[in-house]
């Protein structure tokens, strides 16, 4: 991504891919964020972006969070950082409203932040560092779409609260295993019983990657993001990669195009590569 | 409370106080405890026991708990400690099954295990201790009975994702104040949007406590247990026996009958205190 500084109150996007995304500022994530940000800043100022997305839109990767994030971050960066990190959140929240219909900082606040974010609650904006130990991730992105916005609306209104009590448990448990490093306890955690069933029918493959895996030794997983990729957790570098080979194989036998990753937690979040 | 060994399978239940509780053991709390441990001890044996309460049933203080772990701990000990902390509390849920009709653990994990606990889930049974920063409770009990079985009779089945998601945002909140000793981040976090609404309408005068608690410096408080007590958590302890009067005097002016206890966390859990 590239940005820069106008002296009019313009937003002008350019796309150096071929997803064929909206230029028109309100319709896109990167220049919905932009337009929040311009409207915080007292001045006359404008911005001019290129945009190279690397991933498909539609992956449950966090791919229209990398675009809000990255332009906010970029701007501030041009305009001296005068703007806090929990600011560049909240400007980026338009672009994922663009995206999802919600304003939502579940992908926005590791972005900003870097490692491993909590947040507590949107309104009061309520973001926390959580420390975590070493973790490797293996992603496999089937190249088929869904929304955010149609993943958001299968998903029923209310819960048992029976399931939301697990759930609180293995959230409590998560984050406990997080803090105290203990890897045991954050794969006994890693069980969601509310999202994941629901969800989970409209990505092929996916009990199969998460049950191999976990023989295999991973830790947990499960739906990244909205969907469709799916990451599992583990220790271990190399199971991680034993994690890919049985994704690998499973998509393959399905017939389904895929991509998958190898990566371990980004603690710096978005960062400036280069200013011209 | 004060437990003898038997060598008939016979359990014996004295009261030393005037609660006018049942004394067959299948329906006491201790009792009921003390027969799912004898079930799973293989030789035969049996115990007599005498309970003197200092807590009147249904306080939302863990009366019925504090019954079923003394027994089992107790008994535990007579026996060589032969059992696990998880044994201990899974004997004494039968305990609290008697007393709310669900089998759980909310009391009971404090009790055995001493400070903080976690219960990630009952089924299976897993309990963390979480490390804490020095805390100062306090408690004002009203003299009125919520029996647990009704208190939990009126939640509902269901509750909104959206206050779902609130309460997950909370919990992570909580146990990572707890495990980071962010005082700050624990007040923030203890605002139930789920059971304390509903409950809190049985309970005289729990609004105006809760605020004024606040305001003093509290750092937040709550629901003891299924009520009607309300527990207020203070960093320093003038500011927990300021809390205090603050709850006598609002009870005072309501005109119901109640008790104030100011306290700091047990970290022993139920100890033995003589043998003969």
Redesign the interface.
Known sequence: MQLSLLDEPAIKIKHADNYDLPIEPSKNVAGAALLALQDAYKKKIGFEIVITKNIKPGSGLGSSAASSAGAVVAANHLLGNIFSKDDLVRFAMNGEKVASGVKHADNLAPCIYGGVT????ILPL?I?S?SAPPLFVTVVHPQIEVKTSDARQI????????N?I???????????GF??NDYN?IG??LEDV?IEPVRSILIPGFDEVKINSKEAGALGGGISGSGPSIFMLSKEERTAIQVESIMKNIFQSIGVEFKTYVTSINYDGVRVMSQE
């Open positions: 909590l947040i507590r609650s309520d926390i959580l998903l029923r209104k209310e819960v048992q609260l029976k939301a697990m759930q609180w448990g293995n959230i409590a448990g998560l984050v406990t803090l105290t306890l006994r955690s509310i």
